[in-house]
């Protein structure tokens, strides 16, 4: 088949580079010339364990090439981005967008996929009718459906093929063919089912760990007001069967689990109680931290600090939805000087490649990220360039005795 792939951002790319692998003639379509270029050099300019090689491989064998564009092609699938806005509901113009650009090119047998995680009825109530507007009839003339993706960065490529998949479509007919076109690469299981129930599970399974993330961090501030070790208490419970409680931090991240839950709050604010209280407890996280830096640097005058890690996740570049970049703005706010420094980020505006540098006359250094590079952290050189010697940890990934050898008062969160 010819597949045309709308998007190659973390998902979209990864995918059309599947299906190529597959034997499909795959089209990837972005807005950005620079990611259509870098694709047709077989380059990519995002980070993610051995995409970069595959990449090259499938593009070098011409099952591969970008566009800025799409073509007539025999199945589309739409990966674009689905961001939130400042009122917390869904910005679903890319994916009206996308579905406008395939309506001049649809005909009778192709095959329509939204991949982006979504509003449950925006395949029904939003891509249809536009389809429709071809003067062809989904289900008659053409399938339609929604298959979203359930990988985590830094394992895409795998999870891809191993993972089990959703095939939703608004009839049987369209969930078993785009249960049939993912076959050709996915070897977990593939649950058929309906559009909505498929945009409903997928907003489901980041909302539950959402919610059980809020669980963790609202008790990390009730075991500091209770003198108690959040760790010990969550590993300590964790040994129950029945029982895993998630781990806390300082913020949740990501396009999906930071978003995620609001989607469903969108459609249900008045049943949605537990999501948009979990959501808002996620969100007060940075707040939180914070406060607890401030409580740290108490009559410090000019205070500076060196937050470690600026990424969502550990071992990513990906900073969408980043808590740590609303931990800055909320130090900012205090009046606080701010210095990023992250090795997997560090071409970014306003993060610095080099620790050193980044951490020279800090007063506080705060944990943001629990990056592998981090686990061995030199902190004799670290205490060497700070003023102060403070360190607070929101990961509980540091080395507490390494970080005291080193002279620092070491804080933790949730502690």
């Not at 929604?146 to 479509?169: C, D, F, Q, T």
């Not at 500091?224 to 964790?238: A, F, K, S, T």
């Not at 948009?276 to 707040?287: A, L």
Request: aromatic share 6%; hydrophobic share 40%; charged share 25%.
């Amino acid at each position: 088949m010819k597949v045309c792939v709308i998007g190659l951002g973390y998902i979209g790319l990864p995918t059309a580079a599947m299906f190529a692998n597959a034997g499909h003639e795959v089209l990837g379509v972005d807005k950005k010339p620079q990611i259509v270029e870098a694709l047709n050099r077989g380059e990519i300019i995002i980070e993610e364990n051995g995409l970069a090689e595959f990449i090259k491989a499938v593009v070098d064998k011409g099952h591969l090439r970008a566009a800025l564009d799409p073509e007539t092609s025999d199945a589309y699938i739409i990966s674009v981005p689905t961001p939130i806005t400042e009122d917390k509901k869904a910005d679903m113009r890319f994916v009206e967008s996308a579905t406008r650009s395939v309506v001049p090119l649809l005909k009778k047998g192709d095959l329509v996929i939204l991949e982006s995680t979504s509003p449950v009825g925006t395949v029904d109530s939003l891509m249809l009718p536009i389809l429709e507007e071809s003067g062809l009839k989904a289900g008659r003339d053409f399938g339609l459906g929604h298959s979203p993706e359930r990988v985590i960065p830094g394992k895409i490529l795998y999870e891809l093929v191993h993972n089990s998949r959703i095939a939703g479509g608004i009839d049987k007919e369209s969930a078993h063919r785009i249960a049939e076109l993912y076959k050709s690469f996915v070897e977990g299981e593939i649950y058929e089912t309906d559009a909505r129930t498929a945009e409903m599970c997928k907003l489901s399974e980041n909302t539950f760990r959402d919610v059980n993330i809020a669980f963790a961090n609202e008790l990390a501030k009730i075991c500091e007001d209770q003198g108690i070790n959040v760790w010990e208490l969550i590993e300590i419970c964790n040994k129950h069967p029945r029982v895993n409680i998630h781990q806390p931090g300082p913020g949740v991240g990501g396009h999906c689990i930071a978003v995620d839950p609001w989607f469903i709050v969108e459609k249900e604010p008045g049943l949605a109680q537990i999501i948009r209280k979990s959501r808002e407890t996620n969100d007060s996280m940075p707040g939180y931290v914070a406060k607890r830096a401030e409580e740290i640097l108490a009559g410090t005058a000019d205070p500076e600090v060196c937050i470690l890690g600026a990424t969502y996740k550990p071992d990513v570049d990906d900073m969408r939805e980043s808590p740590i970049l609303h931990l800055v703005d909320e130090l900012r706010a205090k009046g606080i000087e701010v210095a990023v420094h992250d090795p997997h980020a560090a071409k970014r505006p306003g993060i610095e490649g080099d620790l050193l540098k980044a951490a020279e006359g800090a007063d506080l250094v705060i944990l943001g990220v629990n990056h592998k590079q981090f686990k061995e952290l030199d902190y004799g050189a670290l205490a060497g360039v700070v003023r102060r010697k403070n360190f607070l940890d929101t990961r509980n990934f540091a080395d507490k005795a390494a970080v005291e050898a080193a002279g620092f008062a070491y804080y933790l969160l949730g502690k």
